[in-house]
């Protein structure tokens, strides 16, 4: 792969994944507020319905599409020119561990759902 292609993929790959991270950390601030403060309205079982399915889906849509980006980031580690690959960065880019990433954010996505239900219920 040629390296403008290459560095063009990881950069748009790489602001993919910081548009997901802040609105995922807002989301879930505003939900710990809202649950901390919100007083008798959260003893109403819509309501509870309805942060309980934000909670639930709106991780799930954020944990596919980040999960999505290690892995394009993990495939672009095996794709790097021989200069890039040789130097010490390109080295700790390719030996980062890729699958043990998704699998912690994966488990640290499902902690906090988990959490947040318990809260709400």
Same mark, same amino acid.
């Given at each position: 792969?040629?390296?403008?292609? =290459?560095?063009?993929? @990881?950069?748009?790959?790489?602001? &993919?994944?910081?548009?997901?991270?802040?609105?995922? +950390?807002?989301? =879930? &601030? $505003?939900?710990?507020?809202?649950?901390?403060?919100?007083?008798?309205?959260? *003893?109403?079982?819509? #309501?509870? @319905?309805?942060?309980? &399915?934000?909670?639930?889906? $709106?991780?799930?849509?954020?944990?596919? *599409?980040?999960?999505? #980006?290690?892995?394009?980031?993990?495939?672009?580690?095996?794709?790097?020119?021989?200069?890039?690959?040789?130097? =010490? %960065?390109?080295?700790? /880019?390719?030996? *980062?561990?890729? $699958?043990?990433?998704? +699998?912690?954010?994966?488990?640290?996505?499902?902690?906090?759902? +988990?959490?947040?239900? %318990? *809260?709400? /219920?």
């Amino acid at each position: 792969m040629r390296p403008e292609t =290459h560095n063009g993929i @990881l950069s748009m790959r790489s602001r &993919t994944a910081d548009s997901l991270v802040l609105p995922f +950390v807002l989301s =879930h &601030t $505003g939900l710990m507020i809202v649950l901390g403060f919100g007083g008798s309205g959260l *003893a109403d079982s819509g #309501v509870q @319905l309805s942060l309980a &399915t934000f909670t639930v889906l $709106g991780s799930l849509w954020t944990l596919m *599409a980040f999960d999505a #980006v290690l892995a394009d980031v993990a495939a672009g580690a095996k794709d790097l020119d021989d200069e890039v690959a040789g130097s =010490h %960065m390109g080295a700790n /880019y390719q030996k *980062a561990p890729w $699958g043990f990433l998704r +699998v912690f954010n994966a488990v640290v996505v499902t902690l906090i759902v +988990v959490a947040e239900l %318990m *809260a709400i /219920y």
